[in-house]
C-alpha cells in the first residue's frame, strides 16, 4: 500500500514535469540544448527561455567552463561555476519560477532527479533619467527606473546603514510580482510596517503592473479621492522619508516608490522645498497654499456671487462685472462648466498626446477657443481670467495625484453654489472637512498635525523652519527614535561683540 | 454599566478647551446683545461677568461629579438613583439633547432665510445638513472633535472684522456704569443663560478625555474664551447702536456686518452667515453623537442606529416650523430647558452624589 501510493506520487511528479516541459515546448522561445563534456564524455542538455536569457553569460562564462573542467556528477558543477546564483535543486515548483525568471536548467543524461539551475537573467533597463513629475531645478536628478534591482541600489546608495532592512514579497497570482518593503530599523514604528506586509499579503490580484495598484488596494479608504500614500519617483525623497521613521514601497516594474504613512500637508510639499533657504520654501509653501484654495474656490464663488450676492461685490468692481456679462446669454452657472469642461478637455487631450504636440495644442486651444468664446460673446471675458488662473494655479500641486483630486472636488462646489450660493460652498467645504477628519493613512489621522494639532509637526507642514528647528522626527509617525539630533549638541548663538 | 474605551478613541485633555467653546458659541452670540440690555441697559456686560462666574460654578461641580465616579451622566445617574431610574433619566437627557438640536438648527435656516435666502426650503437644507452631520458622528468621536477644532480655528478671522466696526463706535454710550439695581443684572443675566448653554456637553463625553485632572484647566479656559468673545461683542455692539436702535435688531452681532467695507467685499453679512453653519456644526454634532451614545446605553441599539434614527426625528421637527412666532416660542422653551437643565437640575445632581457617596461610604463600613 504505502509503496503503491509513493509510486503515484511519483507518477504524478512525472506528469507535472511532463506538462511543463509540453507547455514550453510550445513557445517557440524555449530552447534545450545538448553538449558532450569533451573530459568525461558526459553529454548534458541546457533548457532555457531564449529572450529571458543573457547570451553573454551563457557563451563566456558559463558554456566554457562546462566544455574545458571536468565534472562527472552534478554537484561538482556548481564548483566549476563561475556565477553567484548556482543551485542544485528537485523542487519542481522553484525551477518552473526560476526557469520563468531567466535562469538555466542543467541535466546531466542519466541523471534525472536532481537539476542543477543557475541564473543568467537578461536585464533590460532603461538609464537612469531626469525626475519628470517631480522635477526640481536643484538637487539630485536621478529618478526611479523600472528595476526594483536598480531602484534599490539607489536607495542603498544613499543610506550605507545595516539598519535599512528590505523585505521582499510576491504578489499577483498570475504575474508574481516582486515588492520590496523598505525600512530602517530602530526609527520605524513595528506596527505601520506590520500593516503595510499585512496589506500586501492580503492583495488578491492577477497581475500587479505597477505600484498604483498596490496604492488602491492597500490605502485606508479606497474610495478617496485623496492619496493616502505618496509616491514619488526620486530616490533622494524616498531616502529621506525613511530616516523620519516612514515606509516605502518599491515593486518589480514600477518607476515610482510609495511612501506610507502620509498627511495630506506632506501632499502639498514638493522635495526642493528642503534644497531652498527656509524662507523662501516657507514663502513658496504659503504660495501654494493660496494657489489651491484659489483653484478650489474661485470659480464656485464668482458663480455664487454672480447669481446670488451681487450685493457683496462693492459698485466699482460691479461695474466691471456687469460690462463683460451684459451681452452673455447664458445663466453664470452654464458659462463656468462650459469654460471648466474646454479646459478640462485641453488638459486631458494634453495629456494623452506626444510631449511637443500637447504643448502645441495646449497653446492654441487656450488662446484660441478662449479669445473665440469672449468674442463670440458665449463666456465673459472676467471669468475667462479666473478659469484660467485656476487652472494654472491647480498645476502648482508637486504631487501629480493631489493635483488631480484638485480637479475633481471642483465640479461639487460648483454645483453647490449654483444651489444655494455662498452657504452651499461652505456645506461643501464642511463635508470635505469631515472627509478628511475621516480619513487616515495606515490608520494616522490625515490631517495631522492641523488636527489632531502638534505643535512640532507643525515646523514643517504650512512652513518649513530651519533644519536646527527640526530636530524631533515627525510625531505622527511614532518613530522609536524621536529625536533627529539633540538640540543641546547646537553651538549656542553668540551675544552682541562676543 | 462601566464601559471601556480604547485609548484610540480618546482625545487629548486641551481639545475640551476647543469642544466646550465650539459648543457653546452658537446661534446664541449672533442675538444676545439685545435681550441683556432691555433687561440690564447698557450695564449688560456686567450681567455677562455675573452669569460667568456662574457657568465657572458649574462647570465646576460638573466636572467634580464626573471625576467623583469616573464616568459620563449615565454613570452618575446610575450612582445616585440605580439602574431603571437612571434609564428614565436618560431618556429625558436625550429629548433635552434633542430639543437643543432643533432649537439651534431652525435658528440657524431662520436667520438663512431672513437674511440670504427668504425662499430656502427649510427641509431640503436640513436634510443635507444632516447627512453632513451623520457623516461626521459615524466618523467617531475624534472626528467630531476635529470638527470642534475647525470650527473654532478657522472662523477666528471673523473677530476681527468687528474691528472693522470701531471707526462708527461710541464707547460713552456705556456711560454711565452702574444705573441699574441687581435684580435687572440679575435678570439680564438670566437671559445670557441660552447663549452660554453647551458646556454641559462634557457631562457627556468625559469617559472620552486620556487624562480627566488635566482636562479640567482646559474645560474652565474654554468657558473662558467664550466668555470673553460675548464681552467683545457686546461691548462693541453697545457702543455702536444707540440703545432704542438695538432693541430694534434682533440679531445685532449680523447686523454690525452691515457697516463692514473692504475693496472687494461689501455686505459681509453674506459670508459671515454662510461661515456660521461651519460654527453650529459642532452644536448639532456633539448633542446627535451624545444622545445617540446615551440611546445605545439605555435601550442595548448599536449607536449607528440610534444616531440615525434621532436625526431622522430631528429633522422631522426641524421641518414642522414655519413661522417666526412659533421658532420664538420654541426656541425661549428650548432656553428655558436648558436653563433648569444646567443651573437646577445640575446642583440637584450634584448634591444627590454627596449624599450617595457619603451613604455608600459608610454603608460597607457600618
Known amino acids: 500500500m504505502k509503496k503503491l501510493f509513493w509510486r503515484r506520487k511519483k507518477k504524478n511528479n512525472d506528469n507535472r514535469d511532463k506538462r511543463l516541459e509540453d507547455l514550453l515546448q510550445k513557445s517557440k522561445d524555449f530552447r534545450s540544448v545538448s553538449y558532450k563534456n569533451p573530459k568525461t564524455q558526459i553529454s548534458f542538455t541546457l533548457s532555457f527561455i531564449e529572450t529571458l536569457v543573457d547570451e553573454k553569460i551563457l557563451h563566456e562564462s558559463a558554456l566554457p567552463k562546462l566544455l574545458e573542467e571536468k565534472f562527472h556528477r552534478i554537484e561538482e558543477v556548481k564548483d566549476i561555476l563561475p556565477l553567484s546564483e548556482v543551485e542544485i535543486t528537485n523542487d519542481k515548483d522553484q525551477i518552473e519560477q526560476k526557469l520563468l525568471n531567466g535562469s538555466v536548467l542543467l541535466t546531466i543524461d542519466g541523471d534525472k532527479e536532481t537539476y542543477c539551475i543557475f541564473s543568467a537573467q537578461k536585464e533590460i533597463v532603461r538609464n537612469v533619467t531626469l525626475p519628470e513629475v517631480e522635477f526640481s531645478v536643484l538637487g539630485p536628478k536621478e529618478a526611479f527606473v523600472e528595476s526594483l534591482k536598480h531602484n534599490l ?46 496589506r500586501i499579503k492580503e492583495i488578491e490580484f492577477d497581475e500587479i503592473s505597477d505600484n498604483s495598484y498596490i496604492l488602491q488596494m492597500i490605502s485606508d479608504n479606497s474610495h478617496s479621492l ?95 462685472l456687469v460690462a463683460s456679462r451684459g451681452a452673455i446669454p447664458f445663466p453664470p452657472i452654464l458659462e463656468a462648466l462650459f469654460l471648466e469642461l474646454t479646459i478640462e478637455l485641453l488638459r486631458e487631450a494634453g495629456a494623452r498626446l506626444p510631449t511637443k504636440v500637447g504643448q502645441t495644442i495646449g497653446i492654441v486651444g487656450g488662446i484660441v477657443i478662449g479669445t473665440a468664446s469672449v468674442e463670440a460673446g458665449l463666456t465673459s471675458n472676467v471669468l475667462l481670467i479666473i478659469i484660467a488662473l485656476a487652472a494654472l494655479a491647480s498645476f502648482t500641486t508637486p504631487v501629480y495625484r493631489i493635483g488631480n483630486t484638485i480637479r475633481l472636488i471642483r465640479f461639487p462646489i460648483l454645483i453647490f453654489a449654483e444651489l444655494w450660493g455662498l452657504l452651499g460652498i461652505f456645506i461643501c467645504l464642511c463635508f470635505l472637512m469631515a472627509h478628511l477628519l475621516r480619513l487616515t493613512s495606515l490608520g494616522r489621522p490625515y490631517l495631522e498635525p492641523l488636527y489632531p494639532p502638534r505643535q512640532y509637526d507643525l515646523r514643517d507642514s504650512i512652513l518649513r523652519l530651519p533644519f536646527t528647528a527640526l530636530y524631533r522626527r515627525p510625531q505622527y509617525l511614532r518613530p522609536k527614535r524621536p529625536m533627529r539630533f539633540n538640540e543641546r549638541d547646537l553651538k549656542k548663538k553668540k551675544d552682541i561683540d562676543e | 454599566m462601566k464601559i471601556h474605551i480604547p485609548e484610540n478613541k480618546k482625545i487629548s485633555p486641551f481639545l475640551v478647551l476647543f469642544l466646550i467653546h465650539a459648543n457653546q458659541i452658537g446661534v446664541g452670540v449672533l442675538g444676545f446683545q439685545r435681550p441683556i440690555s432691555k433687561e440690564a441697559g447698557y450695564d449688560g456686560w ?65 436667520i438663512i432665510q431672513v437674511w440670504m435666502f427668504p425662499s430656502l426650503q427649510t427641509f431640503w437644507f436640513s436634510l443635507v445638513f444632516f447627512i453632513l452631520i451623520l457623516y461626521l458622528v459615524t466618523g467617531g468621536f475624534r472626528v467630531i472633535t476635529g470638527a470642534a477644532f475647525f470650527s473654532v480655528i478657522i472662523p477666528v478671522y471673523i473677530l476681527f472684522i468687528f474691528l472693522l466696526v470701531l471707526p462708527y463706535a461710541d464707547f460713552t454710550n456705556l456711560l454711565p456704569i452702574f444705573d441699574h439695581s441687581f435684580t435687572d443684572l440679575l435678570k439680564g443675566a438670566y437671559t445670557m443663560t441660552y447663549a452660554f448653554a453647551g458646556f454641559e456637553a462634557i457631562l457627556f463625553f468625559y469617559p472620552f478625555i486620556k487624562e480627566p485632572i488635566k482636562a479640567k484647566k482646559w474645560a474652565h479656559m474654554g468657558l473662558l474664551l467664550t466668555v470673553a468673545i460675548h464681552l467683545y461683542l457686546a461691548l462693541i455692539a453697545f457702543a455702536y447702536f444707540p440703545r432704542e436702535q438695538l432693541q430694534k435688531n434682533i440679531w445685532p452681532t449680523i447686523t454690525m456686518w452691515k457697516i463692514v467695507q473692504m475693496p472687494f467685499v461689501e455686505r459681509f453679512e453674506y459670508i459671515g452667515i454662510a461661515n456660521w453653519c461651519l460654527i453650529i456644526l459642532p452644536n448639532i454634532c456633539i448633542p446627535l453623537w451624545a444622545s445617540g451614545r446615551i440611546a445605545k446605553q439605555i435601550f442595548g441599539i448599536r449607536q449607528k442606529t440610534s444616531v440615525a434614527v434621532l436625526a431622522l426625528f430631528c429633522l422631522a421637527a426641524v421641518s414642522l416650523f414655519s413661522t417666526r412666532t412659533s421658532i420664538q416660542k420654541y426656541v425661549s422653551f428650548a432656553g428655558t430647558a436648558g436653563f433648569y437643565f444646567n443651573f437646577v437640575y445640575v446642583p440637584i445632581l450634584f448634591i444627590a452624589v454627596l449624599i450617595a457617596r457619603r451613604v455608600k461610604k459608610n454603608g460597607p463600613s457600618s
Open chain 1, 226 to 320: 485623496f492619496p493616502q500614500l505618496l509616491d514619488s519617483e526620486r530616490p533622494d525623497r524616498v531616502a529621506a522619508t525613511l530616516t523620519e521613521g516612514k515606509v516605502a514601497i518599491l515593486v518589480d516594474g514600477s518607476p515610482h516608490a510609495l511612501i506610507a504613512p502620509t498627511t495630506l500637508v506632506e501632499c502639498f510639499s514638493s522635495f526642493e522645498d528642503y534644497l531652498l533657504n527656509w524662507t523662501m520654501a516657507s514663502f513658496i509653501r504659503l504660495i501654494r497654499l493660496f494657489a489651491i484654495s484659489f483653484s478650489v474656490l474661485a470659480t464656485p464663488l464668482y458663480v455664487a456671487t454672480i447669481s446670488y450676492h451681487y450685493e457683496l461685490i462693492p459698485e466699482d468692481l460691479l461695474g466691471t
Open chain 2, 46 to 110: 456686567i450681567s455677562i461677568l455675573i452669569i460667568a462666574v456662574a457657568i465657572h460654578i458649574i462647570m465646576w461641580l460638573i466636572l467634580k461629579m464626573c471625576s467623583t465616579v469616573d464616568g459620563d451622566i449615565m454613570s452618575v445617574h446610575e450612582f445616585v438613583f440605580g439602574k431603571w431610574i437612571s434609564k428614565i433619566l436618560g431618556i429625558f437627557v436625550i429629548l433635552y439633547l434633542c430639543l437643543t438640536i432643533v432649537a439651534i438648527l431652525r435658528s440657524y435656516i431662520e
Open chain 1, 153 to 198: 541600489n539607489l536607495i542603498r546608495r544613499r543610506l550605507p546603514m545595516k539598519e535599512l532592512i528590505t523585505e521582499k514579497l510576491t504578489v499577483g497570482n498570475l504575474s508574481q510580482t516582486c515588492v520590496a518593503i523598505l525600512y530602517i530599523e530602530g526609527i520605524v514604528d513595528m506596527e505601520n510596517v506590520n500593516t503595510v506586509r499585512q
